[in-house]
Structures are given as structure tokens and as C-alpha cells.
């Protein structure tokens, strides 16, 4: 399979770093073009007044996707793979797989945190919903002990 669209997803935690530096050794050896995203995550915050406080809350989370994209360029430019960034606004696995649609991505490469049992109950897990909802292929990274 020749990729030349790869989805980056991020959230710029540790897993997603190492989910990065996959995507772009594959990108290296096949030309692809890499795109990341962040995804302000707008769900927890739908009951916020839209005043001033949502503003303030929408920069920090604005600043942190822009700080966690900053490393996708970095490690792009490190190894000279040409990339596009692009910061969304919503629900993240809703998001991820629109944004994966709309590019015709070939692959998407994100982290997991492999939590199991009673966390991954409560929380859920956003990779296993893109995997489940995605029409491409899903290279998950799983993070390191």
C-alpha cells in the first residue's frame, strides 16, 4: 500500500509523541504527506455561559493544541516530510473520522493509552471509537511502560 495521507491526531501527551514519530518514519519511506490534528474538546464544557470564562477556557485550550501541533511540525521538519496542521472543534473521535473522510486520509496514526478493564469502562477510549467508526486503516501506538 502506497500512503499518501496520513492522519495524526494529538492531544500532545507522551503516546501521542511516539504515535507522531511513527507517522513520520512511515511518511519518510513513502512520500506521505502527514496531517495533524488537535481537537479542542468541546464536550465537557457544552453547559458553560458563552462569556467570558468560555473564552478564557477556549485560549488555554487553544495554546495547548497549538503547542502539541508545534511538535507534529517538528518532528516533520525534522526528517524533511511535508505536513499540514489543522485545529478542530468538537467531539474528538466525531471529529477525527470527519477530518479523516474529508482529506481521503490512508492512514491515520495515533497513541492509546491500552488502559483496560474498569478505566477503560469509565473513560472509554477515543483511538477504539476511531477505530471502530473510520473506513481506513487505524495504526494505533501503544504507549510505553
Same mark, same amino acid.
Given at each position: ?24 518514519? !512511515? ?16 464536550? @465537557?464544557?457544552?453547559?458553560? @455561559? ?45 471529529? !477525527? ?49
Amino acid at each position: 500500500m502506497q500512503y499518501k495521507k496520513i492522519l495524526v491526531p494529538t492531544d500532545g501527551s507522551d503516546v501521542s509523541l511516539e504515535a507522531i514519530e511513527h507517522a513520520v518514519a !512511515i511518511a519518510k519511506t513513502t512520500g506521505a504527506e502527514i496531517f495533524g490534528v488537535y481537537v479542542l474538546d468541546t464536550t @465537557p464544557y457544552t453547559e458553560i @455561559p458563552a462569556d467570558g470564562l468560555w473564552s478564557n477556557l477556549k485560549e488555554i485550550l487553544e495554546e495547548e493544541g497549538d503547542n502539541a501541533l508545534h511538535l507534529v511540525a517538528k518532528a516533520a521538519r525534522k526528517y524533511d516530510v511535508a505536513f499540514k496542521n489543522q485545529v478542530l472543534e468538537g467531539n474528538p473521535e466525531k471529529e !477525527i473520522v470527519e477530518f479523516a473522510d474529508k482529506i481521503n486520509a490512508d492512514l491515520i496514526v495515533m497513541g492509546t493509552t491500552g488502559k483496560t478493564g474498569f478505566d477503560r469502562l469509565l473513560l472509554g477510549s477515543v483511538a477504539e471509537r476511531v477505530l471502530k467508526h473510520t473506513k481506513c486503516p487505524v495504526l494505533l501506538v501503544k504507549q510505553k511502560e
